[in-house]
């Protein structure tokens, strides 16, 4: 399961800044990093008017990739590493964004020591989809620390949020909850595709075939 949201950059710091108020609002310190692991009863209104900021933002866009079931994966079909695959997802789940009329700047929460030359294949393999050669396209892709960025932070809870959905749990009332919450805002199941012309809450789920013989 891999998760993205996209903003245009005029507006990145007036999210920033209306993610801080709702700690304020909240009683939460500003130091608090909200993370779909975190969900609960004692927090669900601060995690609920995360999803609801999400929802009433114009410029605010979710888009997901679900694997349904990782053991149908045929890594050695294709001579790769379950790594290799990581980042080929994360190929396919941003170049849907990829808008010629525009630039872009590519956030991604670090994963290890190893993840920047994979990184650096990434944004060469975007650039080449778009025959931008020179980078104009998607001007950098750089590796964050997910407590440092907000809108990083809203994609987790996001990503969180459709991979319960996903993985048929109900173990958490308030995860539970917030599922619904986004089902109702969004009208979908979140277990399946939508059109990828729908724009608010994108969703791929992926239907890997089983290993012939």
Same mark, same amino acid.
């Given at each position: 399961?891999?998760g993205s949201i996209q903003c245009p950059a005029r507006?990145?710091?007036?999210?920033?800044? %209306?993610?801080?108020?709702?700690?304020?609002?909240?009683?939460?310190?500003?130091?608090? %990093?909200?993370? $779909?692991?975190?969900?609960?009863?004692?927090?669900?209104?601060?995690?609920?008017?995360?999803?609801? #900021?999400? $929802?009433?933002?114009?410029?605010?866009?979710?888009?997901?990739?679900?694997?349904?079931?990782?053991?149908?994966?045929?890594?050695?079909?294709?001579?790769?590493?379950?790594?290799?695959?990581?980042?080929?997802?994360?190929?396919? #789940?941003?170049?849907? $964004?990829?808008?010629?009329?525009?630039?872009?700047?590519?956030?991604?929460?670090?994963?290890?020591?190893?993840s920047w030359d994979k990184t650096h294949r990434l944004?060469?393999?975007?650039?080449?989809?778009?025959?931008?050669?020179?980078?104009?396209?998607?001007?950098?892709?750089?590796?964050?620390?997910?407590?440092?960025?907000? #809108?990083?932070?809203? =994609?987790?809870?996001?990503?969180?949020?459709?991979?319960?959905?996903?993985?048929?749990?109900?173990?958490? =009332?308030?995860?539970?909850?917030?599922? %619904?919450?986004?089902? %109702?805002?969004?009208?979908?199941?979140? =277990?399946?595709?939508?059109?990828?012309?729908?724009?608010?809450?994108?969703?791929?789920?992926?239907?890997?075939?089983?290993?012939?013989?």
């Amino acid at each position: 399961m891999l998760g993205s949201i996209q903003c245009p950059a005029r507006h990145r710091r007036a999210v920033a800044r %209306e993610l801080r108020k709702l700690k304020d609002v909240h009683g939460l310190s500003p130091g608090f %990093e909200p993370k $779909w692991t975190k969900v609960s009863p004692a927090r669900f209104d601060y995690y609920s008017a995360l999803v609801d #900021l999400f $929802w009433n933002d114009r410029d605010l866009s979710f888009r997901a990739i679900v694997i349904p079931d990782k053991s149908k994966l045929r890594h050695d079909d294709f001579q790769q590493t379950h790594d290799d695959f990581y980042y080929k997802l994360y190929f396919y #789940l941003l170049r849907h $964004w990829l808008d010629r009329r525009h630039e872009y700047r590519v956030f991604l929460d670090i994963k290890d020591t190893r993840s920047w030359d994979k990184t650096h294949r990434l944004h060469e393999m975007l650039s080449n989809s778009q025959y931008d050669f020179d980078y104009k396209i998607v001007r950098s892709i750089e590796l964050v620390r997910s407590d440092q960025v907000p #809108l990083v932070q809203l =994609t987790d809870l996001l990503t969180g949020c459709v991979s319960y959905a996903n993985r048929g749990l109900a173990s958490s =009332t308030a995860k539970s909850r917030l599922v %619904e919450l986004v089902r %109702e805002r969004s009208g979908l199941s979140l =277990t399946r595709s939508t059109l990828p012309t729908e724009t608010k809450l994108n969703i791929y789920v992926s239907q890997a075939r089983e290993k012939a013989g």
